[in-house]
């Protein structure tokens, strides 16, 4: 691709209540990518936008993500999902992002089709989701696989398809799902946006189901691998290949842990910050903490997937030629840090086999993992302490939630059947847990039918008036903070201890940095270039960095604006932050006035200090994000 001062962003916009449809063109300078163009159509259409990025197709490593983002039903926000490889097939209909306005009548599968010429074929098919939910494979594979039976044959190479599952139905943090298909295989990779609840959005308020995509347009993208090469030469001193091998080391395979991928990574580094039986762990001491980790997971969960699937390299791409290979696998099952950390240890399971069960039946209804396994563990500590009976969550039995006496393999297994238990009454017709508005209001309900403070062990972070969002699972204040979204990686999540105010800076300079990455449609896991180097592509391609900067500035006030976060809510948050904070004193040996002062505000009167904590980082935050500077 020449540098282009005219280059348009081509969005299709479909009307999915009367199948109306038309391309509009919206010109680069004016808007750079599927973030900042999709911030402004949800603000005209509440549509639920689908995009790729300016590099989408290009040599560029990992630049070919897909972007998701409307109002969310479970955050009550803006909000940005992306899904790995899927924007590879999305580029050959010659499109940079097709936004859903209106509501099909009854639940449909969008297909969208560039055979020959310039024109998108567009059409829109009733399906019965809940008789295929229930076929073959059910629930979201069941999808998949229907629809490529119905119209993979109409598409001269393989397409993708993205689909939803029950939970898009029957609550407000149903995902979206995709897999590479080659040569008419579906594989097992699964690529996932499930963080907000977007794949509801689409099922319930646009009404479709799937959508189909593919086609056989060639667009003039940037291949010039000997151009991109010099770019990297310049500023790294190596070649792209070269460059891009040592940024995603973690993700494929680090040889200083012997292990890969985030599961593995980070499983073996956690140790005493392991969070585990619905965050319980931080109460323990560092010894439990630390036996916990080595009996359980170094000597078990984790020596599982080393010998299963690293050691014999099961490891696959999301769908584009990429030397990450992040998807680590074992057989059908995906193995990726943070659902199998909350529908894990999280939840009391420690053993694989017993995780591969309770993910894989979430996965199948189409739930966001993350959100799901945090509502999991939050309900098995409830059984466990008597809050609620068996009975008012239509399972069979409590679970086993205490390391002591704790039987890795059986008790794992135990509270993995119990799982699934309340998965699938939580996801039906009359469900004795209803999730449709979310689990923060299931709380609130359950508080008032029970007298007493049940949603005081859920750890989430609250927004607006319903929404709600498990966090990443990382023990550190960063991933509690008051950003306008949460539940990604748009703040600071590090270990170390930051003084709250400077906590917030840091949050909104991440956002900054990730909307880059995001708006670009470059996965995160190629960021040690891709933060730093994708600016000045821009300018190589468009002569417009400081405009695509100051873009990206702006798009990160404007989704601030509507910062809608509530103060903690639980007593677990605050325990999560004053245990968090007590750990770097007393295990990490941190000697800093300042984190001195917030423990003793701390255990004078812990909620005043959170509100002050919660209230620094807002200011950091705020500070960082003003409109005009």
């Keep these: 691709m020449d540098s282009n001062m005219d280059a348009n962003l081509r969005v299709l916009l479909v009307d999915a209540g009367t199948g109306f449809y038309r391309v509009k063109r919206y010109k680069v300078g004016d808007f750079f990518g599927p973030v900042d163009l999709g911030l402004h159509l949800s603000g005209k259409h509440n549509s639920l936008n689908i995009g790729t990025g300016l590099f989408c197709g290009s040599i560029l490593p990992g630049s070919n993500r897909m972007i998701f983002n409307g109002f969310s039903p479970s955050w009550g926000g803006f909000y940005i999902s992306s899904m790995g490889g899927a924007g590879l097939v999305f580029d050959n209909l010659g499109i940079n992002m097709v936004s859903i306005l209106g509501k099909a009548p009854t639940p449909s599968v969008l297909v969208l089709n560039r055979v020959h010429g310039e024109e998108v074929e567009v059409s829109i098919h009733p399906v019965n989701v809940q008789s295929v939910w229930k076929q ?9 696989d229907h629809v490529y ?9 393989d397409p993708r398809i993205l689909a939803t599952g029950p939970a898009a139905l029957y609550s407000d943090s149903g995902g979206i799902c995709s897999v590479p298909i080659k040569k008419g295989e579906l594989s097992y990779v699964d690529t996932w946006a499930g963080r907000g609840g977007l794949g509801t959005k689409m099922l319930r308020e646009h009404g479709i189901a799937a959508v189909i995509y593919g086609g056989s347009y060639v667009d003039e993208d940037f291949r010039n691998r000997t151009v991109a090469d010099e770019w990297f030469q310049e500023r790294y001193k190596m070649r792209m290949a070269a460059k891009d091998m040592e940024a995603t080391t973690k993700y494929r395979f680090d040889p200083k842990f012997g292990t890969g991928g985030t599961f593995g990574v980070n499983y073996t580094t956690l140790k005493g910050r392991m969070l585990s039986f619905n965050y319980r762990s931080v109460f323990m001491s560092e010894e439990e903490r630390l036996t916990m ?24 791409t999301c769908g584009e030629p990429c030397s990450a290979v992040c998807k680590k696998l074992n057989g059908e099952f995906k193995k990726d840090y943070e659902p199998y950390q909350t529908m894990g240890p999280l939840s009391g399971i420690f053993d694989q086999r017993a995780a591969e069960l309770l993910n894989h039946h979430a996965d199948t209804l189409g739930y966001d993992a993350i959100s799901i396994g945090g509502v999991i563990a939050w309900l098995m500590e409830c059984l466990h302490e008597g809050i609620l009976t068996p009975a008012d969550c239509g399972v069979s039995d409590v679970p086993r939630f205490s390391p002591k006496d704790f039987r890795v393999v059986e008790d794992s297994l135990h509270n993995a059947k119990l799982g699934i238990e309340l998965l699938d ?13 979310g689990a923060r209001k299931l709380g609130r309900r359950l508080s008032r039918e029970k007298g007493t403070r049940v949603l005081d062990s859920f750890v989430y972070i609250a927004f607006g008036r319903k929404g709600w969002m498990v966090p990443n699972q990382y023990w550190t204040a960063g991933p509690l903070s008051p950003m306008a979204i949460m539940g990604k990686y748009y703040m600071h999540y590090g270990a170390d201890f930051i003084p709250p105010r400077l906590l917030g800076n840091f949050n909104a300079e991440r956002l900054k940095h990730e909307l880059i990455l995001d708006n670009l449609g470059i996965c995160r896991f190629h960021r040690g270039w891709a933060e730093e180097l994708a600016p000045k592509l821009v300018q190589e391609l468009f002569g417009l960095k400081d405009e695509f900067l100051q873009s990206i500035a702006a798009t990160a006030t404007r989704i601030n604006s509507r910062n809608a976060s509530v103060f903690w809510e639980s007593e677990r948050d605050l325990d999560f932050i004053h245990e968090f904070l007590k750990r770097h004193r007393d295990v990490e040996g941190n000697e800093s006035e300042e984190l001195a002062g917030w423990l003793k505000r701390f255990e004078e009167n812990k909620r005043e200090a959170a509100l002050d904590f919660w209230y620094e980082i807002h200011k950091g935050i705020q500070e960082t994000l003003q409109e005009f500077q």
């Design 149 to 157: 039976e119905r119209w993979g044959a109409d598409y001269p190479s």
């Design 425 to 437: 009454n939580m996801t039906s017709e009359n469900p004795v847990l209803d999730l449709s508005e």
């Design 293 to 316: 980790h080595k009996d359980f997971v170094v000597d078990h969960y984790l020596k599982q997937f080393n010998e299963e699937t690293i050691e014999t390299k099961q490891q696959k």
């Design 136 to 144: 073959g494979r059910k629930g979201i594979y069941a999808l998949m």
